[in-house]
């Protein structure tokens, strides 16, 4: 009977003995492919502007705020801007006033169908323009640049043409100078021209102040990026918005220096608003220091002399 024992018994570990053994070796394995993680994907470093310095929680009210305030006192116009004429350019008894260079200039320029130079410099000014300059900042994005720093591109020049915008709705309105066209009207027609809130605002022109804006900025963000489009944007620009501001003399709704001064002052914040965002070199610390030196000179006559100057340290940019 202890001998059965012991066969059964040596039989059952040379039976089980291979499955123990398999078990052994193959569960290790097994749960190390079910324990098995992909690899970590390395983190996209953060995006960093090699041009500009911009602050999103600045920059973006800034702008929206600035749109909404413009497009408030458009909508507003009848109510909150000037309802005569503050600068009318006329004597209490009737004698026209106005400088020689507006009347001449206007005389020359405004068209058969002012109309017509008033509905197409909306579309310069608003359509052409606008996508226009976006289209070619897109297309430099495209080839040099990336999503992220076009749209820092983009809204660094939205911001510069709507503070332009905003400076001068406040200058209108302020002013209240009479549009050419109203100016030229018997004083008992001037009130039954359509729009008659629109009368007073002739200065200065805000199309050409926008378009000037625009075309600037986006032709100064381009040639701070070293865009190879910069010098076509700027070619095509200037010229867009030059449009723009003779169709408003054609239009009659604006006079030469009110055209001129929008363009000056919208070229000058479109320009201001990309540069004064730009990075700024770190400043190279320059040490002077006094130098006293001796000399003597040979020969015959022989002297000593004194020199006194000035060594720096540093790099000269």
């Not at 503050?86 to 001449?104: K, Q």
């Not at 169709?247 to 914040?269: E, Q």
């Amino acid at each position: 009977m202890q001998r059965t024992w012991s066969l059964f018994a040596g039989i059952g570990v040379l039976c089980f003995a291979p499955v123990v053994q398999a078990e052994q070796v193959l569960l290790p394995s097994t749960s190390s492919a079910l324990l098995a993680t992909p690899a970590a994907v390395p983190a996209r470093a953060p995006y960093q502007d090699a041009v500009f310095q911009y602050d999103l929680r600045v920059d973006l009210p800034v702008t929206g705020i600035g749109l909404a305030a413009w497009i408030t006192t458009e909508l507003l116009k009848s109510k909150i801007g000037p309802t005569g004429c503050i600068v009318c350019e006329r004597t209490e008894d009737g004698t026209d006033t106005l400088n020689g260079l507006d009347a001449g200039v206007r005389r020359l320029l405004v068209s058969g169908n002012p109309e017509f130079a008033n509905q197409l410099s909306n579309v310069t000014a608003f359509a052409l323009l606008p996508v226009t300059m976006v289209g070619l900042g897109a297309l430099s994005n495209y080839s040099q640049g990336s999503v992220k720093q076009g749209l820092i591109d983009l809204l660094l020049v939205a911001e510069a043409t709507v503070l332009a915008v905003d400076v001068n709705q406040l200058v209108k309105y302020t002013v209240g100078r009479e549009r050419p066209f109203v100016h030229v009207l018997p004083a008992s027609e001037k009130a039954l021209v359509p729009n008659a809130a629109d009368n007073y605002v002739s200065f200065y022109s805000g199309h050409t102040a926008m378009s000037f804006a625009l075309a600037t900025a986006s032709g100064t963000v381009a040639s701070l990026r070293g865009y190879r489009l910069a010098p076509v944007i700027w070619v095509v620009g200037i010229p867009l918005a030059t449009l723009t501001g003779v169709l408003r003399i054609n239009a009659d709704r604006h006079y030469f220096t009110d055209v001129l001064t929008g363009a000056v002052l919208g070229s000058a914040m479109g320009f201001l608003g990309p540069w004064l965002h730009r990075k700024q070199k770190s400043p190279t610390a320059i040490s002077l220091y006094p130098v006293v030196t001796t000399a003597r000179s040979s020969g015959p006559q022989s002297s000593t002399g004194v020199m006194v100057g000035l060594l720096w340290s540093g790099a000269l940019q």
